[in-house]
Structures are given as structure tokens and as C-alpha cells.
């Protein structure tokens, strides 16, 4: 079985390592199942067992954020030393013990605690398998590998929150929480196998060096915090927006939008696109942002849906190449934390824009909301665009 592969840099990625990367991305989606399996279980379970109300539920489904967000960095600190293999199966272990417990919740604290739990085991989990498919494939493959756990994400969300509901309907919702807890040491037996590839303590780099580092891995990450907000948007209040208008469905923009990004993704296997020049940069960027206005200008759900494909188009090369700016910009023994801490600013620009977005459409309807997310995306592009100018140590060699 094998168990290392050498960090030694190449032009071009074989066969072998693309597929030992998608089987990490596999687990990736595998260890995100307990989240999406029990979401559409939780509220329920919530209200009817432990009688909670409405704030009960949303402390509940999202305290695990909290720790998963707080966790992702630590990872990156601790790969290096412990490696992605340990960390996947720590994390996984984490996740499926504590996912089993939420029949034994008394309540509604208890079970908090377990999320709480359970954010710590995916986050260290989902750090570890985000990295991993990056230090597997060679350059030409980054930005491929980047994306990878994005896209198994939208499917084990789009077919485990249905699941879940099915699995509870079957078998009872005790029984369906303990069947998302096992299904997560599947993740085992994927991290045993693929190699992975420890690198050695190097020379620490010169302070200019560093600095540079730190621009590289800065600027993309607040470039995606602006971008998140576009998916913040589409996936809180598409549907709120068509309702407030009285036209039902409006689940068909936010199901637009993850499709195409999902679709696009998978076919970026065998279609190889790159962004190298900032002009490519600036077109996804406004896509983006026309695709968010779109959304919010629109009267009817055809309009709707092109906006949710255009958001798509956008955001579908958006993070790998963010992702592929911090990847180069820093030291290969650097990349874990600088990957980790890149990818937990997606969640927090989901939950800065999830919060302040709520308050302008409150404030000034969904029209003017979704306007204003098009701005903020917009800003991203001139972060973005700065960013794709730093040149830090990885890029000075490669």
C-alpha cells in the first residue's frame, strides 16, 4: 500500500495522482455528509424531543460553524507535523462519534455542545482533505485540484439533505443521526490508502520573503470573503426574494447556480483553463456581479434562473484561482496554513454576508440588497486583481 509520494515539483500530473486526488475529494464529500444528511433533520428533532422554538433551532443548525471556522487555521498550523493522513482520520473519527451521541442530547445544551464537537472534527477534516489533492497533482493541476472540494460539497449537499429526509422516514431520526456518524469512517480507509506528501523543514526565507507570503495569502482571502457574498446571497434569499413577489420556485435559481458551478467543474477534468492574466480575472469577477444584479432585478423566474447560471459561471473559477494565487505565493511548507486559513474565508464571507445582506433588504428590500452584494463583489475584483500582481517565493522559483 503506498504511503509517501515525494513533494519533488513537476511539469505535468500523471494519471495516478489525479486519482489518488479525487478519492481525497471523495472523502471530502463523505466527511461532509453528516452535516448534510441531518439538516433537514435537526429542526425537527429540535422542536418535537427537546421542545425548543425558532432560536433553539438556529443555535443548533449553526454553532457547528463556529468551531469548524476556528478549527481550519489550527489544521494548518498542526499538517506539517502530524500530516493530512492523521488529521482526516482524527477528524473523522471526531465527527462520527459525536454525530452518533445526538440521540443520547437530553437538551437543547447538549446537543449544542455535540455540534460544537462536530465542528471541530469536520473542520480539521475538511483543512486536511483541501489541502491534500494540492500537494498531490503538479502545477499544471492546481487549480483543478483546487476546486474539487467545493464541487463533492454541492453534491453531498444536494443529495443529502433529500436523503436525509428519506433515511428519517424510513428508519427514524435517531436512527438516521447514527447512520450519518457511521458514514463518516468511510473517510478512513480513503486516508489510509492515498499517499501523502510530507515536507521537510526548510531555511526559514528572507523578511521580504515573508512579507510577500503574507500579501499572497492576505489579499486572496479578502478577495473571497467580497465573492462569497454572491453565494450568501443566492442561497439565503433567492427564495425570500420570489416569495416577496409571489412567484413560487424560486429554489430553481439557487439549484441554478450550484449546477452550473458543479457541472463546469466537472468538466474543468478534461477541459483545462487556467487563469494567468488579470483580464480573465475581471471577467469572472463581473459575471459574477451581473449575475447577482440579474437576481435582484428581475420579475419573473426566467430572468431568476440566468442570473443563478451566470453567478455560477462566475464562482466557478473564482476560488481555484484565488486558491492558485496562495498556492504560489508561499513556501511549499507554508501551504497548508495559508490554504487552510484561505479556505475558512469562504465561510466568513458567507456569514458577514448572510448578516449584513438580511439587514439591507430589511432595511431597503431585495432589490437593493442584491445591488449592493454586485458592489461588494466588485470591490473583490480590485482586491483580486491586486493580489494576482504579488510574486512570493513559490512564484519567484517556479
Not at 81 to 88: I, N, Q, Y
Not at 96 to 124: D, E, F, K, N, W
Not at 290 to 299: D, Q
Not at 334 to 342: E, I, K, N, P, W
Request: proline residues 4%; contains cysteine; positive net charge.
Amino acid at each position: 500500500m503506498p504511503t509517501e509520494l515525494s513533494s519533488e515539483a513537476a511539469e505535468t500530473t500523471d494519471k495516478r495522482s489525479m486519482r489518488y486526488a479525487l478519492l481525497i475529494s471523495l472523502a471530502t464529500g463523505i466527511g461532509y455528509l453528516p452535516f448534510a444528511l441531518t439538516i433537514p433533520i435537526l429542526p425537527g428533532h429540535v422542536t418535537d424531543r427537546l421542545h425548543g422554538g425558532p432560536a433553539d433551532v438556529g443555535a443548533v443548525v449553526s454553532s457547528y460553524a463556529v468551531t469548524s471556522l476556528l478549527s481550519r487555521p489550527v489544521s494548518g498550523a498542526l499538517m506539517n507535523r502530524l500530516g493530512t493522513r492523521a488529521l482526516s482520520i482524527g477528524g473523522a473519527v471526531l465527527t462520527a462519534l459525536a454525530t452518533v451521541c445526538y440521540p443520547l442530547a437530553g437538551s437543547i445544551g447538549q446537543l449544542v455542545v455535540l455540534r460544537l464537537v462536530v465542528g471541530v472534527g469536520m473542520g480539521v477534516m475538511q483543512a486536511a482533505t483541501g489541502v491534500w489533492p494540492v500537494q498531490l497533482v503538479a502545477k499544471d493541476r492546481q487549480n483543478w485540484a483546487l476546486g474539487l472540494g467545493g464541487t463533492v460539497n454541492y453534491l453531498a449537499l444536494g443529495l443529502g439533505a433529500p436523503l436525509g429526509t428519506l433515511l428519517a422516514g424510513w428508519t427514524g431520526t435517531a436512527e438516521t443521526f447514527v447512520i450519518a456518524g457511521l458514514v463518516t469512517l468511510i473517510v478512513i480507509p480513503i486516508a489510509a490508502y492515498v499517499p501523502e506528501v510530507r515536507i521537510p523543514p526548510k531555511t526559514e526565507k528572507a523578511d521580504v520573503d515573508r512579507r510577500q507570503a503574507l500579501l499572497g495569502t492576505v489579499l486572496p482571502s479578502v478577495a473571497l470573503v467580497f465573492t462569497a457574498f454572491g453565494f450568501a446571497a443566492v442561497a439565503s434569499f433567492a427564495v425570500a426574494k420570489f416569495d416577496a413577489l409571489g412567484v413560487a420556485g424560486g429554489a430553481a435559481v439557487v439549484t441554478a447556480y450550484s449546477l452550473t458551478v458543479v457541472v463546469l467543474r466537472i468538466a474543468g477534468t478534461w477541459i483545462r483553463w487556467e487563469v494567468t492574466r488579470p483580464v480573465e480575472l475581471v471577467v469572472l469577477f463581473v459575471v459574477e456581479a451581473v449575475g447577482i444584479a440579474l437576481v435582484g432585478l428581475s420579475h419573473g423566474l426566467a430572468m431568476g434562473v440566468v442570473g443563478g447560471v451566470l453567478t455560477g459561471v462566475g464562482m466557478w473559477q473564482i476560488y481555484p484561482a484565488l486558491g492558485v494565487f496562495v498556492v504560489r505565493s508561499v513556501s511549499e511548507r507554508g501551504r497548508a496554513m495559508a490554504l487552510s486559513v484561505f479556505g475558512a474565508c469562504f465561510t466568513v464571507g458567507v456569514a458577514i454576508g448572510s448578516g449584513s445582506l438580511g439587514l439591507i433588504a430589511q432595511a431597503a428590500g431585495y432589490r437593493a440588497m442584491f445591488l449592493v452584494c454586485a458592489a461588494c463583489i466588485l470591490l473583490g475584483l480590485l482586491v483580486a486583481v491586486t493580489a494576482s500582481r504579488v510574486r512570493g517565493p513559490a512564484a519567484a522559483q517556479g
